[in-house]
């Protein structure tokens, strides 16, 4: 399993991972190997140390009726006792959407809705509920999370036809296919980073109540991440907050780190502070972050177990710890 998403319902801690299968398929930068077919939850009283129940399949993509296939990251978030698992999966376009399934309980099973939340593209969904009891939708991944194809490029940017022979323009940062899979993307080095993208969610939880805003990450001077700063985000989006401050957490893709910033609102922008975890074993990171029991936790996967044989990842958990200014210090996998 991967992707973890850690929540606190009940006093009891839950685990909605997306599933790795053994497809048989070759590996390719847009996951079509990824072949994720349901989804599990998992839950424990005790992090490090205490026995984990598999709640079993809480939904499957058979039962989606407008998804056909990539169930790839989820996350799931609690209002006025039901449960709303927001997921990513494909259309029968091909075209990654973000869908709603309903439960009574944090175990599940879930109800999907019919149709994708409307104004929905992308993957890697996060559900932050704030203070104030609204809930947002953070959401967003580049390459096989198919961002480049809806998200505005900020500068020009070079298409190039048949990517397997062409060679790339010089400076520039390979954005990933086109939606016609027959054309690279390549946007200067120099130009903003792409983004992630937040909207808040409908007070029944089943849509967004508006266009999806840009998350924008900016340096010490208030500059935008540049395409080409290893720093930059790329994919899994994660929102947690501590002392009255919004910590947006990310992956870096090709870069392989976990990165974070910090905001004063849900919709940034976010100053960038530094790197939570180095890279693992594999090539995705994935994560979450949740306060338990007095204790803040990261939750991440790697493929220690399966290494270079299949490459499925495996879920991990390691405590994170906090500076007395409030800065995560950098982790290392084990």
């Not at 847009?30 to 005790?46: A, E, N, P």
């Not at 062409?166 to 940062?173: E, F, L």
């Not at 010490?220 to 989006?237: I, M, V, Y």
Request: proline share 8%; hydrophobic share 35%.
């Amino acid at each position: 399993m991967a992707d973890p998403s850690a929540n606190v319902f009940n006093g009891r801690l839950y685990v909605y991972p997306s599933h790795d299968w053994d497809s048989g398929e070759c590996f390719d930068d847009d996951g079509g190997h990824f072949q994720m077919l349901d989804y599990h939850v998992l839950s424990m009283d005790d992090v490090m140390e205490g026995d984990v129940t598999d709640h079993g399949v809480i939904l499957d993509v058979k039962d989606v009726p407008w998804a056909e296939k990539q169930m790839w990251d989820n996350d799931v978030v609690e209002k006025n006792g039901k449960y709303y698992l927001i997921f990513s999966a494909k259309d029968y376009t091909g075209m990654f959407r973000l869908g709603v399934a309903v439960a009574d309980s944090p175990e599940g099973p879930f109800r999907p809705e019919k149709h994708p939340i409307r104004g929905s593209f992308s993957i890697d969904p996060c559900v932050f509920k704030d203070d104030d009891g609204q809930i947002y939708c953070y959401f967003g991944g580049i390459w096989g999370g198919q961002l480049q194809w809806r998200a505005p490029l900020a500068a020009p940017f070079a298409p190039i036809a048949q990517p397997d022979t062409a060679p790339a323009p010089a400076d520039t940062v390979d954005l990933g296919h086109a939606p016609d899979k027959k054309t690279q993307l390549f946007a200067p080095a120099g130009a903003p980073a792409l983004s992630s993208y937040v909207a808040r969610m409908t007070d029944d939880v089943l849509q967004f109540t508006e266009a999806p805003r840009p998350v924008v990450i900016v340096d010490a001077d208030g500059q935008p991440l540049k395409a080409n700063d290893p720093h930059r985000f790329f994919e899994a989006s994660w929102m947690h907050k501590q002392g009255g401050k919004y910590y947006f957490s990310y992956s870096t893709g090709d870069s392989h780190l976990l990165c974070y910033a910090v905001g004063d609102n849900p919709y940034g922008p976010f100053t960038y502070q530094g790197v939570i975890l180095e890279p693992v074993v594999g090539w995705t990171t994935h994560h979450s972050i949740v306060e338990y029991k007095g204790q803040w936790y990261l939750f991440h996967h790697d493929c220690v177990p399966s290494n270079d044989i299949t490459w499925l990842r495996s879920l991990k958990v390691m405590p994170i710890e906090f500076d007395e200014n409030g800065k995560i210090k950098t982790m290392k996998s084990e």
